[in-house]
C-alpha cells in the first residue's frame, strides 16, 4: 500500500510505525473471513481492511468524522486479522495509533468521556473495584434478573504458599482478577510450588496498563508501565526467572512494553527487559516436567474457550490444550473457535449489542457438545462468558491444580 502521510508525522516515532504498517498491507482482503464485527455486520469499513483504508486516510489528512470514530470503535482488537494475514500486518498496533488520533481530531461527548473516564479509574483499581462490587452484591435482589448476572460473586481468597523455593518467578496480580477471581493466582502459585518454584508477589502492581491504553489514554497507560517497571526492577536484578501473567489479555500487553516505551529514553531498556521477562502461566508449564504431578482424572468433558490475546495476540494457540490433555481431561470440539466471545476489555460495555451478539454465538458453539465446564484464560472472558453459560466457567489453571493437588 503506497502511502503520503504529513512530513511532521513521519517525524514522529508513531508515524514511522504507521507508515511501516500501512506499507505491508496488500488489500487482499484475507482478514475479512476471520473479522468478528465484519461477519456480524457486512461492512467493509467494518473489517480490519476497512478500518486501515480509515486509518491512512486520516493520517494523509483527510478530516476524520464520527463515522470513522464509530468504525474505530466497533473494532474489538481481537488480533484474528493478524492470525490470518499472509503479509504479517501489524494492525493491533495501527487501530492503537488510529484510535489515539481520532480522539484528538473529533472530540466525544461529555457523556462518553465521563464513562470512559470512569472505567480507567475504577477496573484497574482493586480496592475502587471491590467496593462498586460490593455495592452492586447488596442492591442485586433489587435489580432487573439481566443486570443481575452481571454481578459476579467473588472467589474466596485462600492462603499463598510460603514455601521458599530455589527457583523464583514474579506474578503479576491483576486487577479485576484479584477481586473476582482470587483462585486464579492462587492456583497458579500453588503448582508452580509443586514443580520447585517460588511465585512472588509485588502488591504495588495491580494493573498492567490495557486499559488505559485500548481507550487511548496513552500518557495514563505509560504512567502505569513506568511504576510497574519501577515496581518489579528490584526483583529482576536479583535474577528472578520469568514475570508470570495468568490473564492473556493483561499478557499481550505487558509484551508490549518494549514497543510501547520505544521512545523513552529512561525506560525503553528496562521495558525491553520485562517485555523478555513476560511469560503467560501456560508457556512455563508447557516447558515443565508435569507427568510426575498429574494424577489419574476421571475425563471431565471441558469446553476450552481460548481468548483472541491467547490465540491471536500471543499467538499459543494449543498450549493450554495441550496441557489440559496430558491432565486427562477430554475436551469437547468448539465450531469457530477463532472468533471473539465479545469481552474485550471493555468492550462489553461500551459495544453492549456487539458484544451480546458474539456472546450468544460463543455460547452456542462452546456448550453445544454439552460439556460439564467451560475453562479460560483470561478474567475478562470468564466474567463474560459467566454471565450468560448454563454451565460453570473457571481458568483453566483450576483445573490443573486439582489434578496435580
Request: aromatic residues 4%.
Amino acid at each position: 500500500m503506497q502511502t503520503r502521510l504529513s512530513a511532521d508525522f513521519l517525524n514522529t516515532l508513531q508515524g514511522q510505525q504507521a507508515d511501516e504498517i500501512l506499507r505491508s498491507c496488500v488489500h487482499c482482503g484475507f482478514c475479512t473471513a476471520t473479522c468478528p464485527t465484519y461477519q456480524l455486520l457486512g461492512d467493509e469499513l467494518d473489517s480490519p481492511r476497512g478500518r486501515i483504508y480509515l486509518i491512512k486516510q486520516m493520517l494523509e489528512g483527510d478530516t476524520a468524522t464520527e463515522k470513522t470514530r464509530s468504525h474505530l470503535d466497533r473494532c474489538l482488537t481481537c488480533r484474528a486479522c493478524e492470525t490470518t494475514c499472509p503479509s504479517g500486518v501489524q494492525y493491533g498496533k495501527l487501530v492503537d495509533i488510529g484510535r489515539e488520533v481520532v480522539e484528538q481530531q473529533v472530540p466525544r461527548s461529555w457523556r462518553e468521556r465521563s464513562k470512559r473516564y470512569l472505567l480507567r479509574q475504577v477496573i484497574p483499581q482493586p480496592k475502587r473495584f471491590a467496593l462498586l462490587l460490593k455495592l452492586g452484591l447488596l442492591a442485586k435482589p433489587l435489580l432487573p434478573a439481566n443486570l443481575q448476572k452481571k454481578i459476579p460473586r467473588p472467589q474466596p481468597k485462600t492462603a499463598w504458599p510460603q514455601h521458599t523455593q530455589t527457583r523464583r518467578m514474579l506474578v503479576l496480580s491483576g486487577c479485576a482478577q484479584q477481586v473476582v477471581t482470587a483462585q486464579t493466582n492462587l492456583a497458579a502459585a500453588r503448582i508452580l510450588n509443586r514443580l520447585g518454584i517460588e511465585l512472588l508477589q509485588e502488591p504495588g502492581v495491580q494493573c498492567c496498563g490495557a486499559v488505559s491504553q485500548h481507550l487511548s489514554a496513552t500518557d495514563e497507560a505509560r504512567r502505569t508501565i513506568r511504576h510497574n517497571i519501577d515496581r518489579w526492577w528490584p526483583y529482576i536484578e536479583q535474577g528472578i526467572e520469568a514475570i508470570v501473567v495468568t490473564a492473556s489479555g493483561c499478557g499481550v500487553m505487558v509484551k508490549d512494553y518494549a514497543h510501547l516505551m520505544a521512545d523513552d529514553a529512561d525506560y525503553a531498556d528496562k521495558a525491553k527487559k520485562v517485555s523478555e521477562l513476560a511469560r503467560d502461566i501456560s508457556e512455563i508449564l508447557a516447558a515443565e516436567n508435569l507427568s510426575t504431578l498429574l494424577k489419574p482424572h476421571s475425563g471431565q468433558r471441558i469446553a476450552f474457550h481460548s481468548p483472541c490475546t491467547l490465540q491471536h495476540g500471543l499467538q499459543l494457540n494449543g498450549v493450554v490444550e495441550n496441557i489440559l490433555q496430558q491432565a486427562g481431561f477430554e475436551l469437547t470440539p468448539v465450531v469457530d473457535s477463532h472468533l471473539c466471545c465479545g469481552s474485550a476489555g471493555t468492550y462489553s460495555i461500551l459495544q453492549p449489542e456487539l458484544s451480546s451478539q458474539l456472546l450468544h454465538n460463543k455460547l452456542d458453539n462452546l456448550q453445544r457438545p454439552q460439556p460439564e465446564l467451560i475453562a479460560t484464560a483470561n478474567i475478562g472472558c470468564q466474567m463474560h462468558l459467566a454471565t450468560e453459560a448454563e454451565v460453570p466457567v473457571i481458568h483453566w489453571l483450576e483445573l490443573i491444580d486439582q489434578a496435580t493437588a
